[in-house]
């Protein structure tokens, strides 16, 4: 709350106060008067009532009857007087109970209290001990991160050196399959060669064959 705002409201508690403090005992004053007011109406009814009935004769020690309005009025401040002492005594009772009940109270709330200690002291155990995982595990993680990362790049620089190794792999049968094919290729040329130079060595050992044969037909014999 804003300082003027407190301000205000304390003002106005203060003045709220200054207020009430006049008439704060005038409402039960005023019913006291009115029980009495009422007592002494009913006293004067009633003695008007025994003066009419006596053939004007008094019955009181005095005229006017003061001194009996004074000790019925005793009485009768004595009666209630006995009420308000009966009513102070049932209330001394009942605040005795309620200070038992509230020592019994304070009893339970305290072994209550006692229990909760001991409770919190064991969850700080607890919290302590779990706080002290939890910072384990934190720097277990914190390596196993590190080794993560660590394992990621070595795959990282594996998985270059293995392509590396598939490109030089490849352009290595490449170059196989090329040898290979220049092979086969002077192979094919060799064998198309000697199939040409065994054709002509036929033709040739046939004519060949033919002229000796001729050769010999033409010579005559010894």
């Known amino acids: 709350m804003e300082s003027w705002k407190s301000h205000v409201r304390a003002e106005l ?34 003695m008007d009532t025994c003066s009419s009935t006596e053939n004007g004769s008094s019955r009181y020690p005095d005229e006017d009857g003061t ?15 006995k009420q308000k002492i009966s009513d102070l005594t049932s209330n001394a009772y ?3 109970a309620e200070l038992h009940y509230c020592h019994s109270q304070v009893a339970r709330y305290r072994t209550e209290a ?21 910072e384990c595990q934190s720097k277990e993680l914190t ?12 795959l990282t620089a594996a998985n270059l050196q293995n392509e590396q190794l598939l490109d030089r792999w490849l352009e290595e049968k490449k ?9 086969n290729a002077t192979q094919e040329r060799w064998q198309r ?5 065994k054709k002509r060595y036929r033709v040739r050992s046939r004519a060949a064959c033919a002229a000796h044969k001729l050769t010999e037909s033409k010579t005559p014999p010894p």
């Open 13 to 46: 508690f203060h003045r709220d106060c200054r207020q009430k403090d006049p008439f704060s005992g005038l409402f039960d004053k005023v019913s006291r008067l009115e029980e009495m007011l009422a007592f002494h109406t009913k006293l004067r009814q009633d």
């Open 67 to 81: 001194l009996y309005l004074r000790v019925n009025e005793l009485k009768f401040l004595n009666q209630q007087l």
């Open 94 to 96: 009942l605040k005795d």
């Open 114 to 134: 006692v229990v909760l200690a001991q409770g919190a002291s064991s969850l700080k155990a607890d919290l302590e001990e779990y706080e002290y995982q939890l």
């Open 143 to 154: 390596a196993l991160r590190l080794e993560h990362s660590s394992l990621r790049e070595e």
């Open 175 to 183: 170059e196989e399959a090329e040898r290979i094919n220049k092979y």
């Open 193 to 197: 060669l000697a199939g040409r130079l």
